[in-house]
């Protein structure tokens, strides 16, 4: 198991709270299940189901380019399919995904990782394929319109086939079947900085049997005096911890505590015993939760090196991040001009006021920005605000009212469904802000970041983002900052195309909007 995804492993409900708060609920022995679901929660079981499922999507692929190019090209069976050419390719597929790590730990897998191996793995067999059928082929009618249209179906059907994977588990999950049992090791600030990270991903992968805490001094130090705000089962003493395993049926060991002195030969002795009980062991570091690096193992020198992502890449990222902007930027442009007119008439039919605000935020420069929304509060919403000391006092805690009494009918309905943010989108296609990035913030809020705030204003902030998608008003304002924080350590183009349609989910059913 890699490092990189034992840190982004995936949430429990049971890891949701803000640190020093209830981290953690004390969670009862599973309930007894099938001999086959045991099976599949095991991970070699998960990788077989994940195998079998892209050789469903690839020969689904397959068939539907097939028909398609038969119907639209009209070009003959020998040209489509010359010596079985499907028999080759749908094995080729998948020993390429295995090599793109794509059947490593699925079940700790992040979202948007699965999304980039996908494509990568799409993208190098196609053209592994395009050079075979050149060199091998290369006598042989065969249809190039049937390899680029495989291409595009089998993209989407092996997405397609994965996430239907990872709902289903996820089901699963809720029923509390196929559920792991993990013991967490460490000390009581290793604990709650390894829940504050997955408790903003809001992934779900195990039931937390208990914790054995760790002396601040290292596995040696005197036992620890500490309030057991993590609200877990203490299973035992550091010593005990082979039997605190048995005891807890435990499968899985996540040791988190920060480096001290002294514990790099208990920390490899306890890997060893754990290889032999056939224990997976997690190994938690603050650096490597908030590093957006590349990294390679050297088992020889027993360490990790770190290089950033080539340039090209980056570069390459950020110009189909401003593509997209510039698209959905002008598709939203020309629907806001749209809806407009009707929109309009029903604010001017409550009130009579204006129909647009100009909602400030701070740009990247520290400066006072303003981006369009549609007006959904009424004309004197400051002054109300003002007058009522307890209501002034809950915004400027949460900058958000639950209810709140300033909010107009129609603006309601616009901010339930969202629809007050599409002027937002001549914004976007001016550059001035970006589809997903961190929310903006005022000149107000600016405090609440602390020493973030550079680290926020390092990018340009979004109509969407990670928070929004992640519990969007549900959230509370700490836990704002860290989704903002994780999304700025881990952007990619890829996280960005997962919020993306995860935003449109989350408006259709107008989860946590007020």
Known sequence: MSTRESIASRDTELLRSAPGLTAVQPTARPASQSGFLRLLAKSRALKLIYLLGDVLALTLAHMV?????????????????????????????????????????????????????????????????????????????????????????????????????????????????????????????????????????????????????????????????????????????????????????????????????????????????????????????????????????????????????????????RALKRVADLVLGFIGSVFTLLITPIIGVLIKFEDRGPIFYRSPYVRPDGQDGYYLKFRTMRVDADQVLNRDPEMLKAFLVQHKLTNDPRVTRIGRILRKYSLDEFPSFFSILRGDISLVGPRTITQAQRPNYGALLPKLLSVKPGLTGFWQVMGRQTTSYDDKVRLDMFYIDHWSIWLDVLIIFKTFWVVVRAEGAY
């Open 65 to 317: 380019a097939f028909r398609a190019v038969q119907s639209l090209f009209h070009v003959p069976l020998s040209g489509l399919n010359p010596f079985e050419y499907h028999r080759f390719y749908i094995p080729f597929f998948a020993v390429l995904l295995y090599f793109f790590d794509g059947y490593k730990s699925p079940e700790l897998r992040r979202p948007e990782q699965e999304l980039e191996r996908s494509w990568k793995a799409v993208v190098i067999s196609f053209l592994g394929l395009v050079l075979f059928n050149f060199v091998v082929f290369r006598s042989e009618v065969f249809s190039r319109y049937l390899l680029v249209c495989w291409f595009l179906t089998s993209y989407v059907f092996l997405v397609g086939v994965r996430f239907a994977f990872r709902a289903i588990q996820e089901r699963l999950w809720r029923a509390g079947l196929m559920r792991r049992r993990a013991v967490l090791v460490g000390s009581a600030e290793g604990l709650r900085d390894y829940q504050q990270l997955l408790s903003i991903q809001r992934h779900r992968g195990y039931d937390v049997a208990g914790a054995i805490l760790v002396p601040e001094s290292g596995p040696g130090g005197s036992e620890p005096q500490f309030e057991n705000t993590l609200n877990v089962p203490i299973l035992g003493s550091l010593d005990r911890w082979q039997d605190c395993l048995t005891s807890a049926s435990a499968d899985l060991l996540i040791v988190a505590y920060p480096a001290v002195a002294g514990t790099g030969e208990w920390v490899a002795n306890l890997l060893w015993r754990c290889r032999q009980r056939k224990i997976d062991v997690q190994l938690y570091s603050g650096v490597l939760a908030t590093a957006n690096l590349n990294y390679e193992i050297d088992e020889y020198a027993g360490s990790l090196r770190f290089y950033a992502q080539p340039r090209w890449s980056l570069m390459l990222q």
